[in-house]
């Protein structure tokens, strides 16, 4: 699809809602077996690049849709309420190219309109790949093990990447890595994807997760990898990445970025959480045990459960809903604040699905239902940065400073 041919569609625009309504169910249809099979939707994304969804955080004047946050936030909890690997993998494209935008003093703009060209035209995807065997997340801090080694005519990289989300058909691949230099630095170096393994990219299909098992989080090795000098898009030694040595452009960047991460990952999550509300209430309305001789939404301990799931949820929106709109008017949440919300929202998210669990019964448990599948996937909210030790422990320090 070229450039002047892609789709916006405003928030304002009642086709967007269309669309995702049958995103939604298409995407409901198959994601069972895509979790049985731990396939990954290739048919998917072909949807949402059809309907010009995967260039949406482009800005327009690189030929994307512009979406600000609460653009994009719709778009996700649409495709998370039909199957949430999908939303996912959509989920982290955006942010890489939100990131590209907030760092555009670092990323070439040459190199960045290149990413933004084929996410437009191809519907290529982009993630980063940082989280290693050694190393762990580096949120926690540490060097990469993953070198880059400086040639006469550009970089070659070597390393094991785990939980690389989307690599069965990333385009671009957002490496974390060190330089071999004496003085090592640190940062982001651009990779195409593995769709030629002559580049000597190796993915090791080992992703069994119990949620999320559509996403293609595998493993992927880099041997010996190529890349043009300008694809070192943002390296620099390690000690500025820290945050006491952000410049306030730098502050302030990350600030938006991790606002927009937090809320579109609770914007996920609680789509999952509310997709399994939606079906708990059919059940419950359905449901008419003969002992009963009515439905069980007649029962007021029913009643209690599902006003304190409706309780939870509300709660929900109107957090995500309150960081949206600050986001979007230029006055994204303090790091804390971002990693409280998250913290509450994901958490809302997981207990309102064990509730439905608990009304269910062994019907919820069942393969047959989604329910069992919504629990699954929710759960692996808890393993995404910032995790809940680390922002606890953030805000206990601040409520005693």
Request: aromatic share 6%; with cysteine; glycine share 8%.
């Amino acid at each position: 699809m070229p450039s002047s041919a892609l789709r916006r569609l405003p928030s304002s625009e009642p086709r967007l809602d269309e669309t995702l309504d049958v995103l939604r169910a298409t995407f409901s249809a198959n994601a069972a077996r895509h979790d049985a099979d731990g396939s990954f939707a290739h048919e998917n994304f072909a949807l949402l690049h059809r309907h010009g969804l995967i260039a949406q955080v482009v800005p327009q004047a690189h030929g994307g849709g512009g979406a600000n946050l609460a653009q994009a936030r719709r778009i996700v909890g649409a495709v998370a309420a039909g199957d949430a690997a999908t939303a996912l993998v959509l989920t982290m494209t955006y942010l890489q190219h939100r990131a590209i935008v907030r760092d555009d003093r670092h990323w070439p703009s040459a190199v960045a309109q290149q990413v933004f060209d084929s996410a437009v035209s191809e519907g290529a995807l982009i993630n980063a790949l940082r989280v290693e065997p050694e190393l762990g997340s580096p949120s926690r801090g540490g060097l990469p093990g993953t070198v880059a080694a400086r040639t006469a005519d550009g970089w070659r990289l070597r390393g094991r990447k785990l939980y690389c989300t989307g690599i069965p058909a990333l385009r671009w691949l957002a490496v974390w890595a060190r330089t071999d230099e004496p003085q090592p630095r640190v940062g982001v170096f651009l990779v195409p994807g593995p769709a030629d393994p002559a580049r000597g990219i190796r993915v090791i299909e080992n992703w069994n997760h119990l949620g999320l098992r559509a996403s293609g989080s595998h493993e992927a090795v880099l041997d010996d990898v190529w890349i043009p000098p300008e694809y070192a898009v943002d390296i620099r030694p390690p000690e500025q990445w820290a945050p006491a040595a952000a410049s306030q452009a730098d502050t302030d960047g990350n600030a938006d970025q991790q606002a927009w991460m937090v809320v579109l990952l609770g914007s996920l999550y609680d789509a999952v959480a509310r997709a399994g509300f939606d079906w708990i209430r059919d059940f419950v309305r359905n449901r008419a045990p003969a002992s009963l001789g009515a439905p069980l939404a007649t029962l007021p301990r029913v009643q209690q459960t599902i006003g304190e799931i409706a309780a939870l949820l509300q709660a929900n929106r109107a957090l995500l809903d309150d960081a949206t709109a600050r986001v979007d008017a230029g006055r994204p949440p303090s790091f804390g604040d971002s990693g409280l919300l998250k913290f509450t929202v994901t958490g809302n998210a997981i207990r309102a699905v064990e509730l439905a669990l608990q009304l269910a019964g062994n019907h919820g448990l069942s393969r047959n239902n989604p329910l069992e599948r919504h629990y699954r996937d929710v759960l692996c909210s808890r393993v995404h940065t910032p995790q809940d030790d680390a922002i606890l422990i953030a805000a206990g320090r601040h409520a005693l400073a």
